[in-house]
């Protein structure tokens, strides 16, 4: 939407509407599943950087946009897919994890990502309408989600965050982000706003059907967001949460 970015109430109200046409229950959120790289954390460069590294010793191409394209899948089935594609081969879990630990050992010897600017506000916003957060995230490094916990301790607890150990089918199926209702209170779909930044996680958060929102934070373009189902898309979380008060007020006139 670029620089020029802007939305209304009518949007809103649109994109609420696009939900309700597709649920049997009317959107009534109470819980926030937020994505970790690329919607918490501007992590993104550094991962496609070390997963073109560690697939190109392996004998696999791997480009930044293929970084972004599976970004949110389980490392090891992304190792597997590009190692059936390009070579011809059915690697083991042991093999495909091989490789993902190679990418994580150069991603740790990177400097940490920053927490994208907004994300705090957002949080903050979301508790005092009585919402609970959570994180969903394909990511199974322990030092990463050590990492989330002590950034966010205001705001999350390890039973909130659902990592790629909870559950056997990633992004882009329904299991992390069903699973991420259940832990964060056993809530229902319709109770769920999905925040995203991946072709594959909009794909998993619609297919849980929850509303799920978009947030543009690297190369690929708008439609590809949208065109996997998205109800509603900003180019920052920081437009998210400059915009949150305008969600709410759409749902709890008089808020």
């Known amino acids: 939407m670029g620089m020029g970015f802007s939305i209304n109430r009518t949007m809103f109200q649109e994109a609420i509407n696009q939900y309700n046409r597709g649920s049997a229950h009317p959107f009534n959120p109470k819980v926030v599943l937020f994505?970790?790289?690329?919607?918490?954390?501007?992590?993104?460069p550094n991962h496609a950087?070390?997963?073109?590294?560690?697939?190109?010793?392996?004998?696999?191409?791997?480009s930044a946009k293929d970084a972004y394209a599976t970004e949110g899948a389980r490392g090891v089935d992304t190792v597997k897919k590009y190692a059936k594609a390009q070579l011809g081969k059915d690697l083991t879990d042991e093999e495909a994890e091989a490789i993902y630990q190679?990418?994580?050992?150069?991603?740790?010897e990177l400097l940490p990502p920053?927490?994208?600017?907004?994300?705090?506000?957002?949080?903050?916003?979301?508790?005092s309408c009585g919402l609970k957060i959570g994180v969903v995230?394909?990511?199974?490094?322990?030092?990463?989600?050590?990492?989330?916990?002590?950034?966010?301790?205001?705001f999350l607890t390890e039973d909130q965050v659902t990592t790629a150990f909870d559950?056997?089918?990633?992004?882009?199926?329904?299991?992390?982000?069903?699973?991420?209702?259940?832990?964060?209170?056993?809530?229902?779909?319709?109770?769920?706003?999905?925040?995203?930044?991946?072709?594959?996680?909009?794909?998993s958060g619609v297919a849980a059907h929850c509303f799920t929102v978009a947030i543009n934070s690297g190369p690929l373009s708008d439609s590809s967001l949208l065109d996997e189902g998205a109800n509603i898309?900003?180019?920052?979380?920081?437009?998210?949460?400059d915009n949150w008060d305008d969600l709410i007020r759409n749902l709890k006139p008089g808020f």
């Not at 950087?49 to 791997?62: P, R, Y």
């Open 35 to 44: 994505d970790m790289d690329g919607v918490l954390y501007d992590s993104m």
């Open 49 to 62: 950087q070390v997963w073109m590294l560690a697939m190109k010793e392996n004998g696999i191409k791997f």
């Open 102 to 108: 190679l990418k994580a050992r150069y991603f740790h």
């Open 114 to 127: 920053s927490i994208f600017d907004g994300v705090r506000d957002l949080m903050q916003k979301i508790r």
């Open 137 to 154: 995230t394909g990511s199974g490094q322990r030092t990463l989600i050590e990492r989330l916990l002590n950034d966010f301790s205001d």
């Open 167 to 203: 559950v056997k089918r990633g992004k882009p199926n329904p299991d992390p982000y069903l699973t991420g209702l259940r832990k964060a209170g056993n809530y229902a779909p319709y109770e769920g706003i999905v925040v995203e930044n991946a072709p594959l996680g909009i794909r």
């Open 233 to 241: 898309l900003f180019p920052t979380i920081r437009k998210f949460a």
